[in-house]
């Protein structure tokens, strides 16, 4: 099997991590009846109801996009903060970042696994070990910002009790004979804050606030078809 390497800074350390597999998790809100509520909405602009909740959709590796810059096609993609659970070689190899699942709106309503595809998946440079964060989990804060019209517009801001619980996460990932060793998860996005928005260029935060510290990324979202 043909491997990429992830490079991440970790406790002021660089490595290089072996990545085999790639995944998104999708609908991991923690409030069921909110999660189908958001399912209810996105029926109505045609994109179909998912088989499952969560749902697993794998991506490739080559997505993963640290060069802060995207390509993409067509005015209707968009990106959303994401944790991001990182697998090594061992079960103390576990480390949490923040990630984008940038996705083409227009295609999600005609195939949600290959609107998926078809964009990059942005990761911040900078990882923490699971173990660093994981007695204060859900006092984590997911942010992002979106490029809009010249300024940059909040887009989410949320602790991730908004998402389903880490067990909860592991469970599905072993229900779904997920190869964690050497994989990257999307494990889930907190709520926009006024709907989606789409624009050329996207920020988005790890919030430690426990330990006073932070995972930054960002970056610019250029359309390949449009004529200048």
Not at 56 to 64: A, D, E, F, G, K
Not at 115 to 142: G, M
Request: aromatic share 8%; glycine share 6%.
């Amino acid at each position: 099997m043909n491997t990429i390497l992830l490079p991440l800074t970790i406790n002021n350390e660089e490595n290089e991590m072996t990545i085999n597999h790639v995944y998104c998790i999708g609908y991991t809100g923690r409030n069921k009846e909110k999660t189908m509520e958001h399912i209810i909405e996105l029926e109505k602009i045609g994109v179909p109801r998912p088989k499952e909740i969560p749902t697993l959709y794998p991506v490739r590796r080559n997505s993963l996009n640290q060069t802060g810059e995207m390509e993409v096609l067509g005015s209707q993609s968009s990106g959303e903060a994401e944790i991001v659970l990182i697998f090594g070689d061992n079960d103390d190899e576990v480390y949490i970042t923040v990630g984008s699942d940038h996705t083409d709106r227009s295609l999600e309503t005609i195939d949600i696994n290959q609107s998926k595809q078809i964009c990059d998946k942005p990761i911040a440079k900078k990882a923490w070990k699971l173990n660093d964060v994981v007695k204060h989990w859900d006092d984590l804060v997911l942010t992002s910002q979106v490029f809009v019209n010249g300024e940059w517009q909040d887009y989410q801001r949320a602790k991730i009790n908004a998402i389903i619980p880490l067990n909860e996460i592991k469970n599905f990932l072993n229900k779904k004979d997920v190869p964690m060793k050497n994989s990257v998860v999307f494990s889930g996005t907190v709520p926009l804050l006024d709907g989606f928005k789409y624009g050329s260029g996207f920020k988005m935060a790890f919030v430690d606030e426990v330990r006073d510290d932070k995972i930054e990324a960002a970056y610019a979202i250029t359309r390949i078809d449009r004529e200048e």
